[in-house]
């Protein structure tokens, strides 16, 4: 087996698993692993079995393997993990406004499950770990964000336990995905035979990335991950009344107001986050604060004092028309 903690990747050699594994993230990361990279087994663990057979029929192939399985049943994912080399933790409770009724819910699948990943990972000795985040991690407003904050740490300290054990950690952080479950994209879209758009402030922004850039960013992560980082790719904002135009042109808007646990503008790296930043050409790495195993340092341009990247100060932005083109991919 050539797999290892770091270095190098065959993935030809490896056996891949990503929870939630039939969700939008998912389904995009098992088309671009059987198209491009083709892993010797590829492990799909979710809680919905009609999901999963849609999947079956959909890409009919031998490397994959399906495992009924809730992150909240350790037992279970390490039955799941049994011979694993890289697990792709993307399983959450999403919505914000369900996580904000059902708190009790929320913690127990987005932080108490990623816990359940880390030690069933370490235990079955699994070499990488990557953990899907947000934006919303980042001086979070709602429990959403909260639970991404606290299974971010769980990811980055799960390498004292899993270094010594042959296991790595890392985490990748993005912005809105484009055309996802849950995203504005589509509700606009369906808003637009109406005539008209709910949009709760006209001056918000938001980072976006397409589904297919946000899978591939995790698989070069993967690549690259010493343990301990929190990878941030350089992505663009958009206004909203841009995206508006964009998929909805010629609309009215209609203003209802910001909702509780909603920012303004989010950000992907803090202003106090940037002092472990290292800016690289297309992305940011977030180097853990106390490392208290054999972390290997990156070299990178430290960010300016007081630097943080959000989305109303961002360099790039989208225009109407490229972001009609990203909706159309």
């Known amino acids: ?35 491009r990279h083709r892993p010797r087994r590829l492990v799909i663990v979710s809680r919905d079995e009609l999901k999963q057979s849609e999947m079956m029929a959909r890409f009919n192939h031998p490397s994959l393997r399906f495992f009924l399985g809730d992150v909240r049943d350790r037992a279970r994912l390490e039955r799941a993990m049994h011979g694993v080399d890289i697990v ?16 009790f819910e929320a913690i127990q699948t987005n932080v108490l499950g990623a816990k359940n990943v880390i030690d069933a990972a370490i235990d079955q000795g699994v070499k990488r770990v990557i953990g899907i985040s947000s934006d919303k991690a980042v001086g979070p407003l709602n429990l959403y964000g909260a639970t991404k904050l606290c299974a971010e740490k769980l990811c980055v300290q799960g390498n ?13 952080r993005y912005g809105n995905v484009i055309g996802s ?24 922004t938001r980072f976006w990335i397409t589904l297919e850039q946000g899978v591939r960013f ?24 841009d995206l508006v135009e964009a998929v909805a042109p010629g609309c009215a808007i209609e203003d209802i107001g910001i909702r509780p646990g909603e920012k303004l503008h989010e950000i992907l790296i803090s202003e106090d986050e ?24 990156w070299d990178g ?3 300016a004092r007081g630097f943080r990247y959000s989305s109303d100060t961002n360099d790039a932005w ?12």
């Open 181 to 204: 479950r849950g995203s504005v994209v589509p509700l606009f879209a369906a808003q637009r035979a109406s005539g008209r758009v709910t949009v709760t402030d006209r001056a918000m």
């Open 318 to 329: 989208l225009s109407p028309a490229a972001m009609m083109e990203l909706c159309d991919e």
């Open 1 to 35: 087996m050539t797999v290892s903690s770091e270095g190098p990747l065959d993935w030809r050699e490896a056996c891949v698993l990503v929870t939630g594994g039939t969700g939008s993230f998912g389904n995009k990361l098992v088309e671009v692993m059987l198209s």
């Open 218 to 241: 995790a698989i070069r992560c993967a690549e690259l991950m010493r343990g301990g980082e929190i990878f941030v790719p350089k992505i663009p904002s958009m206004r909203i009344v």
């Open 301 to 303: 341009k430290r960010p």
């Open 88 to 103: 792709f933790h993307a399983a959450a409770l999403k919505q914000i406004p369900a996580c904000e009724y059902n708190p």
């Open 274 to 297: 940037s002092r472990q930043a290292l800016e690289l050409d297309e992305m940011f790495v977030i180097e853990p604060v106390d490392p208290s195993w054999a972390f290997k340092r």
């Open 160 to 172: 004292v336990y899993g270094h010594p054990r042959g296991t790595a950690f890392a985490v990748v």
